[in-house]
DNA sequence: ATTAGGG
DNA sequence: CCCTAAT
């Protein structure tokens, strides 16, 4: 049966790139074994990062020739037709990037980071700062960025502020179609798995379906350039989904550890 | 066992 | 993607 040409998402791409960019090409055994990239090319070989990356085109920094039309995000339209009122739906995501280069993505990073430290009281800004600079290149006036989604992020309910520090709120997920995954009980193990144990493979591949699903929103949202309201919605399902993969990912942790999980 | 290159 | 030669 239809043996899939695995497309490669955006996601895979960006791990490669990122994986070149910090081990050099030609280490990918070693990009491979990184952990950073390992949840996304789980399930590449060696040998295909190599072949994709010779698709790709081989130059470090591609943006010389063809620039090709890949990833024009929701920037385009919120600054295109419109006379620029107050979308304040749209306007939150991407606010105050002045680089007009930097991608509306840092909601991910924080979340990335806050998931990473799992300090009980949180992380301040300079915890989490400081992490996302040794993850990702950043703009030097990020730090301001960050503190305004970070506040915004607050008062949206994502996250949760005590004294200086963050914390990621439980996420109460998506209003309407997410069939609550009720409770996980990691400590305690029932004595006969007469539920359906999540192994790695069913784990990953939600984590692999949600960033495709994030992927296929971005490129949406470039087809829907004449429809804002379209864009809109499309952006916010982004934005959940993104929240979606940093809850998989949780659960990720904890089956990587021997812990066995119950759907109910 | 991994990588580079041709198919 | 698969296969093969070279390290």
Redesign the pocket.
């Known amino acids: 049966m239809g043996?899939q040409?695995?497309?490669?998402t955006t996601e895979e791409e960006e791990a490669l790139r990122a994986g070149v960019a910090k081990h050099g090409?030609?280490?990918?055994?070693?990009?491979?074994k990184d952990p950073d990239f390992a949840l996304s090319l789980s399930?590449?070989?060696?040998?295909?990062?190599?072949?994709?990356w010779?698709?790709m085109g081989i130059s470090t920094a591609a943006h010389s020739s063809k620039e090709k039309i890949r990833i024009p995000r929701v920037k385009a339209i919120t600054a295109g037709p419109l006379t620029n009122g107050q979308n304040s739906a749209s306007a939150s995501l991407i606010d105050d990037d002045k680089d007009g280069k930097t991608a509306p993505r840092y909601n991910a990073m924080i979340f990335e980071a806050l998931t990473a430290i799992k300090d009980s009281n949180g992380a301040d800004i300079s915890a989490i700062l400081n992490f996302i600079e040794r993850r990702h290149e950043v703009p030097q006036n990020f730090r301001r960025s960050l503190s305004s989604k970070l506040r915004r992020l607050v008062l949206q309910g994502k996250l949760e502020k005590v004294q200086n520090c963050y914390k990621i709120k439980r996420p109460a997920m998506l209003g309407t179609k997410t069939p609550t995954p009720k409770q996980k009980d990691i400590r305690s193990r029932p004595p006969q798995n007469s539920g359906f144990a999540i192994t790695r493979e069913t784990v990953e591949e939600a984590a692999r379906t949600t960033a495709r699903k994030v992927a296929e929103a971005e490129n949406k949202s470039s087809v829907a350039a004449e429809a804002v309201r379209e864009a809109e919605r499309i952006t916010k399902m982004a934005e959940e989904n993104e929240l979606m993969l940093q809850f998989v990912k949780e659960i990720y942790d904890q089956c990587s550890r021997g812990e066995v999980l119950l759907l109910a």
């Open positions: 043996n040409k695995q497309k490669w090409t030609g280490k990918w055994k070693n990009i491979l399930q590449r070989s060696n040998i295909d990062l190599k072949d994709k010779r698709n």
